[in-house]
């Protein structure tokens, strides 16, 4: 049979094919239609206004940032600032682009693209950089104008209905920007600021040639003969006195003046002599001043160290006098640490702050600079002014307009509010700071006398220290890391994001898992400046040269100038000989931090239970807990010392004497606060580089993977420690050679077994502060000047004023090839 034609069925394969192109068609229709779109007109006007707003709120973020600068340490946030500071720059670089090539007129996007710039460069108006400006920054000032320029193209080719203030504000910023690149010149060269080092090094000199000083003169009870450099040397007033050459410095003043006291240089004996009301030895209120004054000479001597500039030795002989006298043997603790926080606030402004050039030459540049935000306070409010007579844009202009409001309007009166601000708050951050108050005080302590009282000025000076934007100096944390909680811990998502980061974010080891920060308890200030007082009692200032007591040496180290070492000596356990071989037995500082701080631990455990606390918890749910407890809670220990806001269930048996509380406290804190050193600040403690990191990986993988294996509950690790305890006790000589697991828990173990519950805690509270004693003075001074940018710690106070008393190293810790004056034996 014939078929009149054939029937062609499609095939399902061929079906499938046309429906992908089709697919795949209509795939690129919808993106070159997107692309159409997104370059209409008013597309391209929302999304430079979307990018106007959103850096807009970018630049706010690090306005708040670079405010509590001293206050924020956390890792997240220092990274999101630097981040925050890319992507702000790259946005900005964009809407100048995107404002100049678009094909509509707004009169508003040259306003937009200044205050953008402005605000771009101003944000971080205090923290931009220190005098030394170890990163550069100050070489961003001419990226600023590089950028103004672009602006000002952007007004001459785009045109504006506002051209004459923004031409003065374009001016303007260009003035400030190039007069902000040449203060920090000025500020390097300037005697005050710059080349203090050097010449306090050789205005400090004492001998026979020298008029500035004499040591035998000094009395650090009414500061006579302390003749420490404050305000006042100038270039014109420093001159080298023949034969030797020997700098002194000469201050210019007529026979008038004279007689009635004034001085143009001040120094700290004038500060307490002078007989003026407010700082009459009588009246109270001249203490803050005072301490003031003390504050800021004594950083001018630490900065000395940090820029490694050396001093003479008779300098650390009368300094040290001073410090016992006015800070460390001060019946006021929180007075004694204020003039330690004013201290390290004047070093770290020095060294990463804009304040420095603000004041490089007093009040005139002072002036200068307020003078600046003052004026261009006065040219955005007259542009203000000019954009209200235009708020309907013009028929040719491309405004966005949403029920009958002017988006564009909007935001530009937003960026007048930011501007405006700004400049009130820079203007009120220098008058308001602390190196204002500096020269206030100076200037009232150049008259020693007065016929007439002044009280507007006192009433001025009075106001300025009263007026505060923030009481604090530091942020007032100790940061905390408890190892059996942490040991076990695998930071896998971290160490990704480290990745991805490209290093912004710090990579973490194995168990470093560190617990939130908590506030400075008030018990621990007393406890370390008694330790401090007892460390000063026995001082020996005779120049014996010191020798190595350990031979085995690291050439690594570099060798410390001549200094005083504290001496192989533990005061708390002079009566406890039993403990000795925990400080003085071990290899390094590490080591003894480790073993003390694991044995404290067990130490809590015990007291914990035996308070009908619940130890039992396991995996996720005691890692859950820990979180909350650190994050949420006031009450960072294991048991609840707080015992007037505790709850019927989680109250303790009895409330605990105040006397245990504090010792408990103390106890507990320094020894996480010290393990958290070794864990992330290895470079605060005396061991060499690679120390720290080495012991501890090697104790977190022997607590993980064998000791401490399948303990999920520090109920089941404490007694699994209190049985390798016992057999390590058994073992008797060979203790020393285990590994620093076993060593804490036989250290902890006989502990709880030999001394009572005051006993206890009583020898770890007194062992802890003086163990951070001894484990604050190092050589390593660049380590504290970087930690000072981040807020600081506190273990750099005790290293400041170990410093001052001229006390660079420990005999606790193995010496090596360190040469300087020894200490009498305090035993």
């Known amino acids: 049979m014939n078929w009149p034609c054939r029937l062609r069925f499609p095939n399902r394969n061929e079906h499938k094919r046309a429906r992908k192109m089709m697919g795949i068609q209509d795939i690129r229709d919808i993106v070159s239609s997107l692309f159409i779109m997104l ?9 430079i206004e979307f990018l106007v707003v959103l850096v807009t709120v970018l630049f706010l973020v690090m306005f708040i940032i670079d405010v509590f600068r001293r206050h924020i340490r956390n890792i997240f946030m220092k990274t999101m600032f630097s981040i925050l500071d890319a992507i702000s720059d790259s946005i900005v670089l964009y809407l100048l682009g995107a404002m100049q090539t678009a094909k509509f007129k707004n009169h508003l996007f040259p306003v937009w693209a200044l205050v953008l710039v402005s605000f771009r460069y101003n944000v971080d108006f205090i923290s931009g950089y220190g005098v030394h400006d170890r990163h550069g920054r100050r070489y961003m000032e001419w990226r600023n104008v590089v950028k103004l320029l672009g602006s000002a193209f952007l007004i001459l080719w785009r045109g504006s209905r506002f051209t004459v203030p923004l031409w003065s504000l374009l001016a303007l910023q260009i003035l400030r920007s190039w007069y902000r690149f040449c203060e920090h010149g000025l500020a390097l060269r300037s005697i005050w600021h710059g080349t203090s080092s050097e010449v306090i090094s050789e205005y400090m000199r004492a001998g026979p040639h020298t008029r500035n000083w004499k040591p035998e003169d000094c009395n650090p009870e009414n500061m006579e003969g302390y003749k420490y450099l404050v305000l006042g040397e100038t270039k014109q007033g420093i001159r080298l006195k023949k034969p030797r050459y020997v700098l002194y410095i000469h201050t210019a003043q007529s026979v008038k003046q004279a007689e009635r006291g004034f001085s143009s240089l001040v120094t700290l ?5 002078c007989r003026r009301n407010l700082l009459h030895p009588d009246n109270k209120e001249g203490n803050d001043p005072k301490d003031l004054c003390l504050a800021f000479a004594l950083s001018r001597l630490l900065r000395c160290r940090l820029e490694d500039v050396t001093l003479q030795e008779e300098i650390f002989c009368i300094n040290r006098k001073l410090v016992k006298t006015k800070i460390i043997e001060e019946q006021d603790t929180n007075r004694a640490f204020r003039v330690m926080e004013l201290q390290l606030s004047f070093v770290n402004d020095y060294f990463n702050t804009h304040y420095p050039m603000v004041f ?40 966005h307009v949403v029920h009958g409001l002017n988006v564009d309007m909007i935001i530009t009166w937003v960026f007048m509010f930011f501007m405006l601000f700004k400049e009130i708050w820079e203007m009120v951050s220098y008058l308001v700071s602390d190196w204002t108050r500096l020269l206030l005080v100076c200037s009232y302590a150049q008259w020693k006398e007065e016929h007439t009282r002044d009280r507007r000025m006192e009433g001025t000076i009075s106001s300025f220290f009263k007026s505060r934007i923030t009481s604090k100096h530091w942020h007032g944390l100790i940061d905390q890391y408890v190892f059996l909680e942490s040991y076990d811990d ?27 920060a908590i506030s400075v308890p008030e018990c621990i200030k007393p406890a370390i400046l008694k330790k401090l007082r007892a460390s000063l009692e026995k001082l020996n200032t005779s120049n014996n040269l010191h020798q190595p007591d350990n031979t085995n040496r690291n050439q690594e180290e570099p060798t410390i100038r001549s200094g005083i070492l504290l001496p192989k000596v533990v005061r ?6 039993q403990y000795n071989w925990a400080c003085f037995d071990l290899p390094t500082c590490s080591h003894v931090i480790l073993v003390w701080h694991i044995a404290t631990s067990l130490c809590e455990i015990k007291f914990a239970r035996d308070h009908g606390v619940d130890l039992s918890k396991h995996g996720f749910l005691s890692s859950l807990s820990s979180y909350f407890t650190g994050c949420c809670s006031s009450k960072p220990y294991l048991v609840d010392v707080d015992v007037d806001e505790m709850t019927k269930e989680k109250k303790v048996n009895g409330k605990l ?7 408990y406290v103390t106890a507990n804190s320094l020894s996480r606060y010290c393990a958290y050193l070794l864990v992330s600040k290895p470079d605060l403690i005396p ?7 080495m012991v501890l990986q090697e104790t977190v993988t022997r607590a993980r993977d064998d000791i401490l294996k399948k303990c999920d509950s520090l109920q089941s690790r404490y007694d699994k420690l209190m049985e390798v305890a016992e057999k390590a006790i058994q073992d008797g000589d060979d203790i020393l050679k285990e590994d620093v697991v076993r060593l804490g828990a036989k250290l902890g173990k006989e502990l709880i077994d030999q001394e009572s519950k005051e006993e206890c805690w009583e020898i770890l509270s007194e062992v802890w502060a003086e163990l951070l004693v001894h484990i604050a003075p190092t050589w390593n001074a660049e380590a504290h000047k970087q930690c000072l940018e981040s807020g600081g710690e506190f273990i750099t106070y005790i290293w400041a004023l170990l410093w001052h008393c001229g006390i ?19 035993s």
Request: glycine share 6%; with cysteine; aromatic share 12%.
């Open 687 to 693: 061991d060499s580089f690679y120390v720290p990191n």
């Open 490 to 516: 695998i930071p896998r998502c971290w160490n990704v994001m480290h990745q991805i980061s490209t290093g912004m974010v710090p990579k973490k080891g194995d168990g470093a898992k560190l617990r939130s």
């Open 572 to 577: 708390s356990l002079s009566q406890r000989k």
């Open 808 to 826: 660079e190293k420990s005999k606790l810790w193995p010496v090596e090839d360190v040469y300087g004056n020894d200490v009498e034996n305090m």
């Open 39 to 47: 370059n209409k007109e008013t597309f391209v006007l929302f999304r």
């Open 269 to 273: 004996d004038k500060i307490w002599g």
């Open 657 to 663: 004497p105040d006397k245990l509380k504090e010792m």
């Open 360 to 399: 490089w030459s007093g009040y005139l540049s002072l002036f200068s600079n307020l003078l600046l935000s003052v004026v261009t306070f006065g040219v955005v409010c007259w542009l203000a002014v000019d954009i209200r007579k235009v708020y309907k844009p013009p028929k040719d202009d491309r405004a």
